[in-house]
């Protein structure tokens, strides 16, 4: 008998989201924008405090635009967390703009001010100042985010938050994605809230939304006939979607508790075993949604590895992800300037993402405790 299958991290519903969508479709509003774009972007501002949201096709898209918004061009060049997702930086590249990767820190494996603000010297002496900062919090963990604004205002650069993992996630009493000039979400499937595809941007600069929102709907200028006097872009979000969307939100906070509830139940099955490090937050500032639930596994005297794991649990229908291979490291941006200290490789290597779903049941977990237990014997 095969095992039903654990998802890293699936879709879940509320059961909200229904009324929404079938008023979308009691009132015909099945084609882009509409009541429910209008009202999610206001709930999703209110929720994120920050002044002003536009609902995009995906978080891709809103970094997209966020750099667009900032004129930036060919051979610019961009700082971005080389510990990530690849659309933290293609559409630096979408935008014929150079990726300066740079490397991580151990305590919450995002962007390094350290080597952020050698980054900086050295481009500025190379007569390069970068244009902007992307900065990723990864699996839902807040980045150092006071040592960053403080190099980033230093040196007058301005910073783009990718809080695509981090819905829900604080600093400092702040959420994650309301420190920069703009912050960037995601609402694909296995995000922490979906609207299956989708993604927004956000900025407390109304020109900065305003204009996003022109270009999301393919640049039409203001006339009786379809008029462009630039470039535009179909990225705008659908009403029914964004119905999804409304239905999500409403329930954020509790799945943010669930997300941190797996993070709480995973930490103390590992007290068991030392050589086993789960992913916390250092100190009280920050608080994570614990989107994924990250391991590291050390040197031990048991031949216990990240794919001994990650295989054996496959073999049980439990899907399990190695952690983000770093951006410099890959074959599509290996080109690109890097500085490194050596910590985003070394977590690639030792490092899996468990699953932690919102809405993983207490017998998945016996599964995955029973599953791993005997891996680990």
């Known amino acids: 008998m095969i095992n039903t299958k654990i998802w890293l991290s699936s879709p879940h519903l509320s059961g909200n989201e229904q009324k929404y969508v079938q008023e979308a479709f009691d009132t015909n509003w099945v084609a882009p924008l509409g009541p429910n774009v209008n009202n999610f972007e206001t709930e999703l501002a209110k929720y994120a405090g920050v002044k002003y949201v536009s609902a995009l096709s995906s978080g891709t898209a809103a970094l997209h635009l966020a750099l667009m918004m900032l004129g930036v061009k060919q051979n610019d060049e961009i700082l971005v967390s080389s510990f ?12 014929c703009a150079t990726p300066v990767f740079i490397d991580s820190e ?3 494996w995002n962007m390094s001010p350290e080597l952020l603000e050698k980054a900086i010297n050295d481009r500025i002496a190379k007569g390069k100042k970068p244009k902007a900062i992307i900065i990723v919090h990864l699996y839902g963990m807040p980045a150092k985010m006071y040592e960053i604004i403080q190099i980033a205002t230093k040196y007058n650069i301005p910073v783009i938050e990718d809080a695509a993992e981090a819905l829900g996630s604080t600093y400092d009493g702040k959420y994650c ?4 000039l703009m912050g960037v979400f995601s609402f694909n499937g296995n995000k922490i809230i ?9 900025s407390n600069n109304k020109e ?7 270009l999301a709907t393919q640049a039409r200028d203001n006339a009786p006939h379809y008029q462009h006097s630039q470039i535009g872009y179909n990225y705008r979000m659908s009403n029914v979607v964004a119905g999804i969307g409304r239905g999500q939100l409403e329930v954020i906070n509790e799945r943010v508790e669930q997300r941190r509830n797996n993070f709480l139940r995973y930490k103390e099955f590992f007290k068991d075993y030392p050589y086993i490090k789960v992913l916390e937050e250092p100190n009280d500032k920050f608080y994570s949604n614990h989107w994924l639930t990250t391991i590291t596994i050390e040197s031990n005297d048991k031949n216990i590895d990240r794919e001994l794991i990650r295989i054996e649990l496959e073999k049980q229908n439990i899907e399990t992800r190695p ?10 941006f ?5 500085y490194l ?5 070394d977590l690639f290597n030792r490092g899996l993402c468990l699953p932690s779903g919102s809405n993983l049941t207490d017998e998945d977990f016996e599964r995955i405790y029973d599953s791993l237990k005997a891996i680990l014997k």
Request: hydrophobic share 35%; net charge neutral; aromatic share 12%.
């Open 84 to 95: 990530t997702f690849s659309a933290s930086v293609n559409p630096i590249v979408y935008q």
């Open 106 to 108: 151990a305590d919450t």
């Open 177 to 180: 994605g309301a420190f920069g």
């Open 194 to 202: 979906t609207t299956s595809g989708g993604g927004a941007l956000l």
């Open 208 to 214: 900065y939304i305003e204009k996003s929102r022109f």
């Open 323 to 332: 952690l983000w291979k770093p951006m410099h490291l890959q074959p599509v």
């Open 334 to 338: 290996e080109k690109y300037p890097a």
């Open 341 to 345: 200290n050596g910590v985003s490789e």
